[in-house]
Nanobody, 120 residues
Framework: QVQLAESGGGLVQAGGSLRLSCAASGSIVSIRDMSWYRQAPGNQRELVAAISNTGIMNYADSVQGRFTISRDNAKSTVYLQMNSLKPEDTAVYYC??????????????WGQGTQVTVSS
């Protein structure tokens, strides 16, 4: 019974910024990696950025230098600061968490997705 609640998506002009948030809730014992994926119509879902429980970050080449992932462990929340947005960033963005629920093992959980649209 885990929920990943996403927020922060919307419509923005090229060159603008958005900040996505994703808060995990439920009977969570611990969280390892937290990450953001995106999927545009007709495309495969791709990894955008990931951050480990120790703060190690990894980015897709296409967003390197423009996006920043961070997390607040006390709030079980991961953020994605997106700057210098481009039309090709338009997609549904999904939060993912590798976590352990009380009484079970490690599993990946997904948020519902939030639409990011960048106009030219």
């Amino acid at each position: 019974q885990v929920q990943l609640a996403e927020s922060g998506g919307g419509l923005v002009q090229a060159g603008g910024s958005l900040r996505l948030s994703c808060a995990a809730s439920g009977s969570i014992v611990s969280i390892r990696d937290m990450s953001w994926y995106r999927q545009a119509p007709g495309n495969q879902r791709e990894l955008v950025a990931a951050i480990s429980n120790t703060g190690i970050m990894n980015y897709a080449d296409s967003v390197q230098g423009r996006f920043t992932i961070s997390r607040d462990n006390a709030k079980s929340t991961v953020y994605l600061q997106m700057n210098s947005l481009k039309p090709e960033d338009t997609a549904v963005y999904y939060c993912n968490a590798d976590l352990r629920v009380y009484g079970t093992g490690w599993y990946d959980y997904w948020g519902q997705g939030t639409q990011v649209t960048v106009s030219s």
